[in-house]
């Protein structure tokens, strides 16, 4: 069955640092690109980021951009969200996302809360 | 940047009746458009890509049509279990975009 679970959420001051995680199972991971999604509490749905199969081409979405970095691993069926200098609105679930032509498989999400 | 915008904000519908969702894109989209349902606490779910092909596993009652710019989401008899948020998505270009989500209630 193919899964994909969230790690690495949590509570962190405005300024800080958060590495999330995404291990994938049941599928060839390294045949698929990959995706962050967020959503902020109460509200809609934000691409945040994406990373090709071999990590060759990696995008973000102007919020985001400079301050966070997307990789994966092959070797660990793992993909990664390096976030850096976090804001306040940067609060919300992140979802792990794969993505053929739409988005067809998402984990349950990790919950980042930016707060002093 | 692609906007999405859909219509209406929410919908409510009797059970059994047609309910009809509509997305806009402000550029072409050819046919690059996905539709996902989200149930309070769960993660999205995709029903349709390429505007109108059911993802696999999704009920016959919910099709997708349209191309360019203009998009419709329909779902032909409502069910209970169809209360959700519907989100239209464009993965013609980056940055990819949603729109911000149409509810759907029964009546």
Known sequence: QVHLVESGGGLVKPG???????????FVFSDYNM????QAPGKGLEWISDISHSSSARFFADSVK???NISRDN?????YLQMNRLRVEDTA???CVRETTAMDVWGQGTTVSVSS | EIVMTQSPVSLSVSPGERATLSCRASQS????LAWYQQKPGQAPRLLIYGA???????????????????????ISSLQSEDCAV?????YSRWPRTFGQGTKVEIK
């Open chain 1, 16 to 26: 800080g640092s958060l590495r999330l995680s995404c291990v994938a199972s049941g």
């Open chain 1, 35 to 38: 995706t962050w999604v967020r």
């Open chain 1, 66 to 68: 400079g301050r966070f």
């Open chain 1, 75 to 79: 070797g660990k069926n793992s993909m």
């Open chain 1, 93 to 95: 679930v992140y979802y």
């Open chain 2, 29 to 32: 989209l050819s046919s690059s």
């Open chain 2, 52 to 74: 109108s092909t059911r993802a696999t596993g999704i009920p016959a009652r919910f099709s997708g049509s349209g191309s360019g710019t203009e998009f419709t989401l329909t």
């Open chain 2, 86 to 90: 519907y989100y239209c998505q464009q």
